[in-house]
């Protein structure tokens, strides 16, 4: 059997409500490497999460499943959701399942399961947890989050519970590396009642998504799709957006007609990039194979400059030469003290958040829906 479902809920996001029907077969005939530098990091890190919080905590510099050696980065990175997780694993009344495979037949009755980091149930307080460590860069919306909704499924049917409105589900996104505003644990809580209806409409995206004549539709779901290079929807958006680029714009606009015109033009924006990002990966991975592709080479770039003696004796150099080449001496910063123990209260007394420069941002639907929830 195949380590990915068709219907995979890692990506959930695009194949489900308002992403791409066609995405799992597109994703299919088209499989990323689970071999890159990025993907064994992220396993090392789930790796390192699960063991540790089942008490098998790896030293450092241990081999991961897929070969890559866990760190001090991922060590600092997975203390929150470790700390959190072992909570509910020492809790008498709290059942509890890490790295644990679950399958959901209420969105599919084959082709949807997966593995998910955590999830435990409190039968006493009628309490799901549906939670998710992701360790790259990238901002990842905790609130009507696809793929936890998918894993509150398995996990309900791991656990042998029925949901209903009584019930109260607990989802939450831990995500270290991501710096934003809605901070690196984001949670979101719903009742059991508002979980039926996003599982009931998961269920019939999942129905559309295996129709072998399912729709291509762009969207925020290309960014990552494997097979934007080859999608002709795409490939049409990324047309059309380049054909705008040639025609004049009328000098004058009223308001209502130029933030129609600016949203246009961010998405062609956006679909271009994804576009452009898809061709690059296909056209250089060509290059390496060493196929000639006329106008195009596969050329180094400059690094950034580095001292190739130790430390010690750049220091040195700098002595003789009457130049102090150390760095000044800086604390750590506020986060970093946080994960250290010190109390949040007197961080805070010590620290300031600033704000970051103003925007124009579009209006989002479900930033809407977050503000009435």
Same mark, same amino acid.
Do not use: C, M
């Given at each position: 059997m195949s380590d990915h479902a068709f219907l995979a809920p890692s990506s959930a996001s695009a194949w489900g409500p308002g992403g791409c029907p066609a995405y799992p077969r597109m994703a299919a005939a088209f499989p990323e490497d689970?071999? +890159?530098?990025? !993907?064994?990091?992220?396993? *090392? !890190?789930?790796?390192?999460?699960?063991? +540790?919080a089942l008490g098998r905590r790896p030293e450092m510099g241990a081999v991961a499943p897929k070969g890559h050696p866990v760190n001090e980065e991922m060590a600092e990175c997975a203390w929150a959701m470790v700390t959190d997780m072992r909570a509910k694993i020492e809790d008498p009344a709290v059942m509890t399942a890490t790295e644990q495979r679950v399958e959901m037949p209420e969105i599919h009755p084959t082709l949807n399961w997966g593995r998910m980091d955590f999830g435990a149930i409190d039968p006493t307080k009628r309490i799901l947890y549906a939670w998710d460590f992701k360790y790259g860069?990238?901002?990842?919306?905790?609130?009507?989050?696809?793929?936890?909704?998918?894993?509150?499924?398995g996990a309900a049917r791991h656990f042998g519970v029925t949901i209903d409105h009584t019930w109260t589900i607990d989802n939450r996104i831990y995500q270290p590396r991501s710096f934003h505003e809605d901070g690196q644990i984001k949670r979101w809580v719903c009742d059991g009642a508002r979980f039926l209806e996003l599982r009931a409409q998961l269920a019939a995206a999942a129905t559309a998504a295996v129709d072998p004549d399912a729709p291509m539709v762009t969207g925020a779901q290309c960014h990552h799709c494997p097979a934007r290079h080859a999608c002709p929807a795409l490939k049409r958006v990324g047309g059309v957006a380049m054909d705008m680029s040639l025609r004049g714009v009328p000098l004058e606009l009223e308001p209502e007609n130029a933030g129609l015109l600016l949203r246009m033009v961010r998405t062609a924006r956006e679909r271009l990039e994804d576009l452009e990002t898809g061709l690059d990966a296909f056209v250089s991975e060509a290059l390496r194979s060493g196929v000639r592709i006329p106008g195009w080479e596969m050329k180094p770039g400059t690094a950034r400059e580095r001292? +190739?003696?130790?430390? *010690?004796?750049?220091? !040195?150099?700098? !002595?003789v030469?009457?130049?102090?080449?150390?760095?000044?001496?800086?604390?750590? +910063?506020?986060a970093q003290a946080r994960k250290k123990g010190i109390d949040a209260a007197v961080i805070s007394a010590y620290s300031e958040r600033p704000p970051g *420069?103003?925007?124009l941002q579009p209006v989002d639907e479900k930033d809407i829906r977050k503000a009435f929830q």
């Open positions: 689970d071999g +890159t530098l990025e !993907a064994r990091e992220g396993d *090392a !890190a789930h790796w390192y999460v699960s063991e +540790t860069h990238g901002y990842v919306d905790v609130f009507e989050n696809w793929q936890l909704v998918d894993y509150a499924v001292w +190739t003696q130790p430390v *010690a004796d750049v220091l !040195a150099l700098g !002595a030469l009457g130049v102090d080449l150390q760095k000044p001496v800086e604390p750590i +910063t506020p *420069a103003v925007k």
